[in-house]
Every structure is written in structure tokens, then in C-alpha cells.
């Protein structure tokens, strides 16, 4: 399969896929609580059949057109992944999402990461809209949606509870024609 350089780190975009339950559920271990401020990847993911199990969702979703899995791999170790949750051919609209384990955070590989993704999303793929939900205490992505060229387009106050705690989803995305001249202007720097 595919192994995209993002820059010369040693940071990999890759499939992530079934057969990288093990590794995926040691990367969640190793930022658990972590990756767990905002998602909830890291109660889905709790043991390796729930690795697998999630995994095996995002194959599913990948052969009906509906969403894909991509592993973040830093000097050939998994140390996040980026996903399009949804991914609606029909309407050229999806979201996409991350997590990364701490010891990597600040490097820039979630935005270098999804700016493939999202190159792949409008001129591979055909797509019009790609949306950001974040929780509005999330600011490092928050900051990746800017960095991104992504337009906050409003807050759903207090609509997800999430651990006993009522928390509010900020709502960011780029357009097709935005992207492409984001994409002329957006530095290099990503961190």
C-alpha cells in the first residue's frame, strides 16, 4: 500500500487498517487519557478486540464509499491517525478528524497530514466541502482548522455530552475553491 512522506522527519501517511490492531491499541495506550480531553476513540478503542472492531468499521466504511482510515507513523511507529468520519459522494461533502499522542503533538503531522488528505479529497475525489467538528476547549485542532484555511462557520452550544460534562462543537470548513487558494498561500511552517 501507500506510504506518503510528510516532510523529512520521517512522518508517513499510511493505510491504517485491521491488521494494525496491536499497534493501534499501544498507540492509544500510550496517550490515552491524552487523545481522551476531546474523542472518545479512547473508550471505543479499550482492548484489541475493540481495536479491531473499530478498524474493521472503517474497512467497511472504505468499500461502501463512506469513510476512510489513515495512520500518522513517525520513524515507522503509529503516533495518530487522521479519518473522514463521513464522506458523502453524492452531496461532495465530508468530515474529517484526528488524534495523536502527546509526545508528537506540536510537530505540525496532523495539518501536514490532512493537507494530503484534503488534496486527495477536492482534486481526486471531486469533493465540494470538507467540515472540522471540534470541541470548542480543543485548541490545538482548532488551530489546525486555521491553519488549514478552514472558516468557522458557528458553535453548537453545550450539544455533545461527553464524560459528564455538556461540551460545545465549534463547526469549521473549506470549500473546494477556498482550498485551492489556501493552498497558494498557506506557509510551510506547521508548527
Known amino acids: 500500500m501507500y506510504a506518503i512522506s510528510l516532510g523529512d ?3 508517513e501517511l499510511r493505510p491504517l487498517e485491521v491488521w494494525h ?3 493501534l491499541l499501544a498507540q492509544i495506550d500510550r496517550g490515552r487519557e491524552f487523545i481522551g480531553r476531546h ?3 479512547p473508550d471505543v478503542v479499550s482492548d484489541l478486540d475493540g481495536a479491531r472492531s473499530w478498524l474493521r468499521s472503517y474497512a467497511d466504511k472504505r468499500a461502501a ?4 482510515l489513515h495512520g500518522i507513523w513517525l520513524d515507522g511507529k503509529l503516533v495518530g491517525g487522521l479519518l473522514f468520519r463521513v464522506w458523502d459522494t453524492p452531496s461532495g461533502v465530508c468530515e474529517a478528524g484526528c488524534w495523536l499522542e502527546p509526545a508528537v503533538a506540536g ?3 496532523v495539518t501536514r497530514g490532512l493537507r494530503v488528505l484534503l488534496d486527495w479529497a477536492f482534486q481526486e475525489r471531486g469533493m465540494h466541502r470538507v467540515e472540522w467538528h471540534v470541541s470548542s476547549a480543543n485548541e490545538p485542532s482548532i488551530n489546525v482548522a486555521r491553519r488549514l484555511g478552514m472558516t468557522r462557520e458557528g458553535v453548537l452550544r453545550e450539544n455533545h455530552p461527553y464524560r459528564g460534562v455538556r461540551a460545545s462543537t465549534e463547526i469549521w470548513s473549506v470549500l473546494a475553491p477556498e482550498w485551492r487558494v489556501a493552498r497558494v498561500r498557506t506557509p ?3 508548527h
Not at 464509499?65 to 476512510?68: E, F, K, P, R
Open 21 to 23: 490492531a496491536e499497534e
Open 107 to 109: 510537530r505540525g503531522l
Open 39 to 41: 474523542i472518545g476513540l
Open 9 to 11: 522527519d520521517g512522518a
Open 188 to 190: 510551510r511552517n506547521d
Open 65 to 68: 464509499d463512506a469513510g476512510s
